[in-house]
């Protein structure tokens, strides 16, 4: 299931509005040392698995490891998303980190390997993650080290519906920038609404930016860029360029300006009542157009991103994330023994099974029964770049400044040279 | 507080016989060391408390404010007055400002004005009174989150109440786009917050006209004053206190704003319905920036701050000053 990645951007963040000086003071709170009296082991496992069915089934699985390693108690701490990045952020800062940790890898993971809390899994964890598909273990990658191991995966692409593809004449998904562009003038002048964008919440419209950028600087400029602290290049523009282009055409829902993601009024809902053609979303999208509207069935297609003509990236270039695990340093080889298990073939098989996630190894493939997550995982698969989400990947106030200006850019207040500008001012204030 | 208990104490025991001088003067001092003794084990916990939890928090921000620090460790890179300087660079906070001004001024406006008339209405005599008073104060009684979800859906473009309702008597071309409208958004939102609060202060006014003596009113009625007249020279002046009350929290509430935006817009579209307070927490809580967005709350607390003394000095002087319940109110 893709809750990682959904709750992630959970709204509910207003109940954290405490003093601001008190996310200081509260990183004082610890939590005990996983000791030894009488020769067994305490692992804390913190994990964000909060909703069924994943909760059970990682709690299923915990037991199981028990049973085969009498020797080794887990101790699990599940927090839900919002709670969970706060807790971190204080945890951090004292210093000390769980034995086993939730992570996305990226800009955050670094931040954390940089204060020194972070195992190197390098060498402890070769003989068996070399198993795993290789696009999946990159956002745990830094500097050719490995600093975790994933249980899932994930991409955005489009999800469309059929049916209303059919009405306006389009009968193939589209390939390039200016098909799409064609597709959705289609789609209008058959008074439907082409697509539904949760404006409110800004992240879902970093996402055409973010692929936008990929397909015309490409994946390596991404990278680059973040590093020189430079989003200038003529390929960031021209990204802009292409998503104004897209806004022109006015091809969002009324009001799309204040929709949020997942209410019954929001993006998801749109699409999976049929009342918008597609979305641009993650591989959780399936469940939450069902869980927020009706959901579309055998109507519900994907495709990928489309290239630009012209451009440096390619359509087979996925941009996405997963979620991992990550050991604090110095924890006990039980913890490694744990991650192991975790990532085998018969929990993957379960996870798959029970809870329907994108495996990270090829071997659990089989037991996916969804035509468009197996599709999904057929492009991941064959996927020739790799770059995770951008609030994830780049410091904070960086993804934020992406989310924002692309945000202002979709409501007309900037220009494709100002949101350039505005996101390369942030990274250079970023130290 | 400590001054009124330990003179009640020492007032305390008047009427036993004095002893002498020299244990007299013996006995008082041991007495008034265990009278503090008492008084600081009374207020220790919840001076700990005040200082841990409150003082504290706002000296750090205060410090952290001249730094650029992102919450991990102690703040080490100091950057002087420069997160200030950035901050009135900055359009989105300037436009914080802005908004804040507008929504003080509507709220005095619109919101004040009709909580009173609403009050003097309801200080009238008729049936069904209390039942009235109880509905119009029960939007109070909602918490924010609930407010905020319940007019995300009354405002929702074409598939919301509003619009339904305006459909239904034939003023479709009035139904819009509301809180997904840059040019609408902070009226609309204006809209709800009257909607929540005016019954809070019409609840002050209530019990202001209530502590108003009837005799006045009849006096001024006797005299052949008129509605308006008894009104404006009789009530008016008496309720003044309240009034002067009921701004200071309006204006106060309005510099704070947090809750509803959040939830109801985030403070969106494009910034146009964003306030100090979120502008606060997306730099705080969502960069990381946490030098920044103390800079943004020493801010507000400044300007809470010179509005409280300002208004404590210059407006509710006389208030404080005990005229309350006299007559003297205004008449000084």
């Known amino acids: ?431 | 507080m400590t001054s009124t208990f330990l003179a009640d104490k020492r007032s305390g025991p008047g009427t036993d016989l004095p002893p002498p001088e020299s244990v007299r003067a013996r006995g008082r001092g041991r007495r008034r060391v265990l009278h503090w003794l008492t008084a600081v084990s009374f207020q220790l916990p919840a001076l700990v408390l005040f200082i841990g939890m409150v003082l504290l928090p706002m000296l750090f921000a205060l410090y952290a404010a001249f730094f650029r620090w992102g919450g991990f460790g102690m703040p080490s890179d100091y950057v002087g007055t420069d997160n200030f300087t950035d901050l009135f660079d900055n359009p989105v906070f300037l436009g914080d400002l802005w908004r804040c001004l507008v929504l003080v001024v509507l709220s005095l406006a619109f919101q004040l004005p009709f909580a009173l008339a609403m009050a003097v209405l309801l200080n009238q005599k008729f049936r069904g009174r209390a039942v009235y008073r109880m509905l119009f104060f029960a939007p109070y009684v909602l918490s924010e989150a609930i407010t905020g979800v319940l007019f995300s859906m009354v405002f929702a473009p074409d598939s919301g109440l509003a619009d339904h309702i305006f459909g239904a008597v034939g003023l479709d071309g009035l139904g819009g786009l509301w809180f997904a409208d840059p040019s609408y958004v902070m009226a609309t939102l204006f809209l709800v917050m009257m909607w929540k609060y005016f019954g809070f202060h019409m609840m002050l006014y209530l019990a202001g006209l209530q502590s108003i003596p009837r005799e006045l009113t009849e006096a001024a009625l006797i005299d052949g004053a008129s509605a308006w007249q008894r009104f404006r020279n009789v009530t008016l002046p008496l309720l003044a206190p309240t009034l002067r009350i009921s701004v200071f929290l309006s204006v106060i509430g309005s510099i704070q704003l947090f809750d509803l935006v959040w939830v109801v817009t985030q403070g969106g579209p494009d910034h146009h319905s964003e306030t100090m307070a979120v502008t606060m927490f997306q730099y705080g809580f969502k960069r990381y920036q946490v030098g920044y967005a103390s800079a943004i709350s020493v801010v507000m607390f400044g300007i809470c701050l010179v509005f409280a003394l300002a208004y404590q000095r210059f407006v509710l002087r006389r208030d404080l000053e005990g005229a309350t319940t006299t007559m003297r109110g205004d008449g000084k």
């Open chain 1, 1 to 431: 299931m893709g809750d990682p990645a959904l709750s992630r951007r959970g709204f509910l963040a207003a109940s954290a509005a405490a003093g601001l000086g008190m996310t200081a003071l509260t990183g004082c709170g610890g939590d005990s040392d996983g000791g030894s009296s009488d020769g067994t082991t305490t692992v804390e496992w913190w994990n964000i698995s909060t909703t069924e069915p994943a909760k059970s089934v990682w709690a299923a699985l915990a037991k199981k490891f028990e049973a085969a390693n009498p020797k080794i108690k887990i101790k699990i701490v599940q927090l839900e998303n919002d709670a969970y990045k706060s807790k971190m952020t204080a945890l951090t800062a004292s210093g000390k980190l769980p034995d086993i940790f939730h992570t996305w890898g990226g800009g955050v993971l670094k931040q954390q390997v940089d204060a020194g809390l972070v195992e190197d899994l390098t060498d402890r964890t070769k003989p068996w993650a070399d198993g795993l598909l290789k696009v999946t273990k990159e956002p745990y990658i830094l500097d050719d080290k490995v600093y975790g191991i994933p249980f899932d995966m994930g991409m955005i692409g489009f999800w469309y519906n059929k049916k209303l593809f059919q009405q306006a004449g389009v009968s193939e998904p589209p390939t390039t920038w200016g098909g799409f562009l064609e597709a959705v003038s289609k789609l209008k002048s058959k008074n439907i609404t082409p697509i539904a964008l949760a404006g409110k919440e800004k992240w879902p419209g970093m996402y055409y930016w973010a692929y936008l950028a990929m397909r015309t600087a490409g994946i390596d400029a991404l990278q680059k860029a973040s590093e020189d602290k430079d989003f200038t290049g003529a390929g960031f523009v021209e990204a802009g360029r292409h998503l104004k282009e897209l806004v022109d055409l006015q091809p969002f829902q009324k009001g799309f300006l204040n929709a949020a993601y997942s209410t019954p009024t929001g993006q998801a809902a749109a699409v999976g009542n049929g009342k918008a053609a597609m979305e641009l979303m993650g591989q959780w999208a399936p469940s939450v157009e069902a869980d927020s509207g009706k959901g579309l069935g055998n109507d519900l297609g994907f495709f990928p991103f489309p290239s630009v003509e012209g451009g440096k990236g390619a359509i087979t270039e996925v941009f996405g994330g997963g979620g991992g695990h990550a050991l604090r340093r110095g924890a006990p080889q039980a913890a490694v023994e744990f991650l192991k298990f975790f990532a085998s073939e018969a929990t993957e098989l379960e996870l798959v099974k029970k809870t329907s996630i994108l495996p990270v190894l090829p071997d659990a493939e089989k037991a996916m029964t969804d035509p468009n997550l197996k599709l999904v995982q057929a492009q991941l698969k064959a996927a020739t770049g790799f770059q995770l989400y951008l609030d994830q990947a780049y410091a904070p106030a960086v993804g934020q400044e992406v989310n924002d200006s692309v945000a202002a850019l979709i409501a007309g207040s900037k220009s494709p040279e100002q949101v350039a500008q505005s996101i390369t001012q942030t990274a250079k204030e970023e130290q």
